[in-house]
């Protein structure tokens, strides 16, 4: 097949490969979106960072030490901290040890399961936390949510929520997860679940999620071309 022949298969929006299973390829505005959330996964961590940048932390660290503390006695399991900050328990453990290294966090033996490990907030930590909380505030306020309404900020959480129930079908991480847990590594009531154990796995419970109306498409230079 020639260049001609794979450009006009582009310019129609079909490949022939796709054509011939009869399978549609994207569509423009699809890779319109898709480009958009690419854009978006890459420039937002290292934009939060650099706003976190005068406080030593970076976003992923700003979460982790904001979820030990808002759990009972600040602390929690590891395995339930790598569900409550969206990562895998190796990237969780790396990022603890760093934690320790700068005094923030502390590693004790889980009274519960002597198979488990706690990450502990520490005093310094604590401090961290707080002097950092404002500078997150700030920039999450400015470089997401300024401009958009009550309704736009629920919009976006429902696009987001079903887009990760897709990518995280189990209910693996806290955030898609349905059932409300602080997800501490106290035992809670017998009978009682927590979304963010992997030893009990998330509830059941249904929630809706579905995505927004499409809003009318801005034209960017950088969008994929027809």
């Known amino acids: 097949m020639s260049i001609a022949d794979l ?12 054509q011939a299973e009869g399978s549609a390829d994207l569509l423009r505005h699809e890779r319109v979106a898709v480009a958009r959330l690419h854009a978006l996964l890459e420039l937002l961590p290292t934009a939060l960072d650099k706003q976190l940048g005068p406080v030593g932390l970076t976003s992923f660290e700003f979460s982790l030490l904001e979820a030990l ?7 929690m399991r590891l395995s339930a901290l790598a569900g409550r900050t969206n990562a895998t328990l190796p990237r969780l453990s790396r990022v603890v040890t760093g934690l320790e290294r700068k005094g923030l966090v502390d590693r004790a033996p889980c009274e519960q399961d002597a ?3 706690n990450a502990v907030l520490t005093a310094a930590g604590e401090h961290a ?3 950092a909380r404002p500078l997150y505030a700030d920039a999450v306020r400015t470089m997401i949510l300024d401009g958009l309404d009550d309704e736009g900020v629920a919009s976006l959480a429902d696009l987001m929520l079903a887009i990760l ?4 079908p189990d209910g693996r991480l806290a955030v898609t ?12 009531p017998e009978g009682s679940t927590c979304a963010a154990d992997p030893a009990t796995g998330p509830g059941s419970a249904e929630r809706a999620a579905d995505p927004a109306p499409e809003p009318a498409r801005a ?6 071309v027809s």
């Open 219 to 224: 034209e960017c230079a950088a969008d994929p």
């Open 165 to 168: 129930r897709r990518l995280d």
């Open 129 to 131: 936390y707080l002097a």
């Open 177 to 188: 997860a349905s059932s409300d847990c602080a997800a501490d590594p106290v035992p809670g």
């Open 7 to 18: 450009r006009r298969a582009e310019r129609s929006d079909v490949h022939p490969e796709r």
């Open 115 to 117: 198979r488990a490990t």
């Open 69 to 75: 503390h808002e759990a009972e006695a600040y602390r």
